[in-house]
């Protein structure tokens, strides 16, 4: 199998949006479920930052989802929201709220997330959209404080390619 | 990640679709102002003014040659959102790193559900 360890990317299409893209070598059912299946989110969620210690899922349109990690810090982040669209196994929008912000319910997010299959393989892509631009860039920014100050040891590694 | 509330640094520079596609359009390669008005199909004066905003925060350049003003990317002041967004983008590899593990699992499974 193509290794695809290490090869998400993260574009901000518009002021107030983040994409994200990632292929799989797994069929999208299998994709769907490693992302709605509370056990298989406990897996993955927190990435290397800390350890999920609750998901919830009620996985039907209004139905709500609350994930929450105990960080590397030691402290805990939580995020919730509520499905919008669900069409399995393609297409699910939902509502992203960081709950460590203040006023979180003023800085909802959406998510779409939309899952396409070719050759058994999965094209992921995830567009997030904010309210405002600095709604998004705080988004960002929480995505990696939420555990402790990362070296920059690996940034150094990274080329500029934007010229 | 506090940054200037004014066009004083690349972030907000590059905040203005307008822009971001002039920087588009001078990766390409050098050109003069009228370039830019006709391929954006924007007013000189407009296209002046974001040409001035790009170089407060040095994301452009500009050189005389002959009679024409000749402006160019420079994309180092990119790298700082570039870095920024890059720690982002490792947050989420972390997460579907061990998101190819567990489908590593299904497939397996499924393999086995086919004999």
Redesign the interface.
């Known amino acids: 199998m193509t290794t695809t360890s290490g090869t998400a990317k993260v574009t901000l299409p518009a002021d107030t949006q983040i994409l994200i893209t990632r292929e799989f070598g797994a069929p999208r059912r299998n994709v769907w479920r490693a992302y709605t299946d509370p056990e298989l989110i406990k897996r993955w969620w927190a990435g290397d930052k800390g350890t999920v210690t609750s998901a919830e899922v009620d996985l039907r349109v209004g139905g709500r989802w609350r994930y929450v990690m105990t960080a590397n810090g030691g402290f805990e982040v939580a995020f919730r929201g509520e499905y919008r669209e669900i069409a399995e196994p393609e297409r699910l929008v939902n509502t992203e709220i960081f709950e460590g912000i203040p006023d979180p319910d003023d800085h909802v997010g959406v998510i779409t997330l939309t899952l396409t299959e070719k050759d058994g393989r999965t094209y992921l892509e995830a567009l997030c959209e904010y309210g405002d631009k600095a709604t998004r860039d705080a988004v960002i920014d929480s995505g990696m404080e939420s555990g402790m100050q990362e070296s920059y040891d690996a940034l150094e590694q990274v080329a500029v390619s934007l010229s | 990640?506090a940054r200037a509330a004014t066009t004083t640094d690349a972030f907000n520079a590059v905040?203005e679709?307008r822009r971001r596609q002039i920087l588009d359009l001078l990766?390409q390669g050098e050109r003069p102002v009228n370039d830019l008005v006709a391929l954006l199909g924007l007013a000189q004066p407009q296209v002046s003014k974001h040409l001035r905003v790009l170089r407060e925060v040095d994301l452009v350049r500009v050189r005389d040659e002959g009679r024409q003003r000749l402006y160019r990317?420079n994309?180092a002041p990119?790298?700082p959102i570039?870095?920024?967004?890059?720690?982002?983008?490792?947050?989420?590899?972390?997460?579907?790193?061990?998101?190819?593990?567990?489908?590593?699992e299904?497939?397996e499974e499924?393999s086995h559900d086919d004999d």
């Open positions: 990640m905040a679709p990766a990317l994309a990119l790298r570039h870095d920024w967004l890059r720690k982002y983008e490792q947050a989420w590899n972390a997460r579907f790193d061990l998101m190819d593990t567990i489908l590593a299904l497939n499924d």
